[in-house]
């Protein structure tokens, strides 16, 4: 099974011949996602709710897709990244322990090192507090399950988009708007913040100096711009982003159905494990 959590509720789909997806609703004020502060303000309806998704089993590996805004991800460029995992650790955390508002050396920590040309490495870095990623991992463990693999939405998501050229997407969900620009295959740059609001003119506000500082800094313009989690506002983003941006723009989609702002992580998750999903 595939877990997503949102605000809003709590996404899941079980794998199988067929692949069945769920969503269970969170009561308002069940959560409240932050990177600083305790996440799981009514513990008890969590816990219903994702029990109400979990059948009663053995202990089971299944996937948990974290909201963006409880983590910290960046892109890390390095002129030489050392081979030895432990001396990689400890440098990724002294280059973010300035950039983060919490403990580097007491979170939870994951990177990659994307593969690159010459010697110069792009670390893709993703970063909470343990104490954060531990409650919501907590009812799952509780309910037989063991979150083998914990993951941030935006970067589950990105499955969805095409590989090809500068590509950059604007993920909405609540107030927090992720941005995500990939060269080709390569992340090279990730912004997650809680906006004003939805509004388009607050989403505007950073899409614009993001694509200046990409023509800038990534030798070119952005090829297009993907929306995710827009809902009945899509349209009309597309519309006025197009006009603004001068850039191609177009929603997010999946074989599954259309990728909103509390299931496009794990839409994408499924799509990066099988071609038909």
Same mark, same amino acid.
């Given at each position: 099974?595939?877990?997503?959590?949102?605000?809003?509720?709590? /996404? /899941?789909?079980?794998?199988?011949?067929?692949?069945?997806?769920?969503?269970?609703?969170?009561?308002?004020?069940?959560?409240?996602?932050?990177?600083?502060?305790?996440?799981?303000?009514?513990?008890?309806?969590?816990?219903?709710?994702?029990?109400?998704?979990?059948?009663?089993?053995?202990?089971?590996?299944?996937?948990?897709?974290?909201?963006?805004?409880c983590v910290r991800i960046a892109v890390l460029d390095f002129d030489d990244f050392p081979s030895d995992v432990k001396e990689q650790a400890s440098l990724v955390r002294f280059r973010v322990k300035r950039s983060v508002p919490f403990d580097?050396?007491?979170?939870?920590?994951?990177?990659?090192?994307?593969?690159?040309?010459?010697?110069?490495?792009?670390?893709?870095?993703?970063?909470?507090?343990?104490?954060?990623?531990?409650?919501?991992?907590?009812?799952?463990? /509780?309910?037989?399950?063991?979150?083998?693999?914990?993951?941030?939405?935006?970067?589950?998501?990105?499955?969805?988009?095409?590989?090809?050229?500068?590509?950059?997407? /604007?993920?909405?969900?609540?107030?927090?708007?992720?941005?995500?620009?990939?060269?080709?295959?390569?992340?090279?740059?990730?912004?997650?913040?809680?906006?004003?609001?939805?509004?388009?003119?607050?989403?505007?506000?950073?899409?614009?100096?993001?694509?200046?500082?990409?023509?800038?800094?990534?030798?070119?313009?952005?090829?297009?711009?993907?929306?995710?989690?827009?809902?009945?506002?899509?349209?009309?983003?597309?519309?006025?982003?197009?006009?603004?941006?001068?850039?191609?723009?177009?929603?997010?989609?999946?074989?599954?159905?259309?990728?909103?702002?509390?299931?496009?992580?794990?839409?994408?998750?499924?799509?990066?494990?099988?071609?038909?999903?």
């Amino acid at each position: 099974m595939v877990f997503e959590i949102s605000e809003a509720g709590i /996404a /899941a789909a079980r794998l199988g011949a067929r692949t069945e997806l769920d969503f269970r609703p969170l009561k308002p004020g069940t959560l409240s996602v932050s990177p600083v502060k305790e996440n799981v303000v009514d513990p008890d309806e969590f816990v219903m709710a994702v029990r109400s998704l979990t059948p009663a089993q053995k202990r089971k590996d299944v996937a948990l897709i974290l909201p963006d805004y409880c983590v910290r991800i960046a892109v890390l460029d390095f002129d030489d990244f050392p081979s030895d995992v432990k001396e990689q650790a400890s440098l990724v955390r002294f280059r973010v322990k300035r950039s983060v508002p919490f403990d580097v050396e007491s979170a939870a920590l994951s990177y990659w090192a994307q593969p690159g040309t010459n010697k110069r490495v792009d670390v893709v870095t993703v970063i909470a507090p343990l104490e954060i990623v531990a409650r919501y991992e907590s009812p799952f463990r /509780a309910a037989g399950m063991n979150p083998g693999l914990v993951t941030a939405s935006g970067i589950a998501a990105m499955e969805l988009a095409q590989e090809g050229g500068l590509t950059v997407m /604007a993920k909405l969900t609540g107030h927090a708007l992720t941005v995500l620009v990939r060269d080709k295959s390569t992340l090279k740059l990730v912004r997650c913040l809680e906006l004003p609001s939805a509004d388009l003119d607050d989403v505007a506000s950073v899409l614009i100096p993001t694509l200046v500082y990409i023509e800038d800094n990534l030798g070119g313009r952005a090829d297009q711009l993907i929306l995710c989690g827009f809902g009945a506002a899509t349209d009309e983003a597309q519309r006025r982003f197009a006009d603004e941006l001068g850039v191609t723009v177009e929603p997010l989609r999946s074989p599954l159905g259309t990728p909103g702002e509390n299931n496009a992580g794990l839409l994408g998750y499924l799509r990066s494990i099988a071609r038909n999903n």
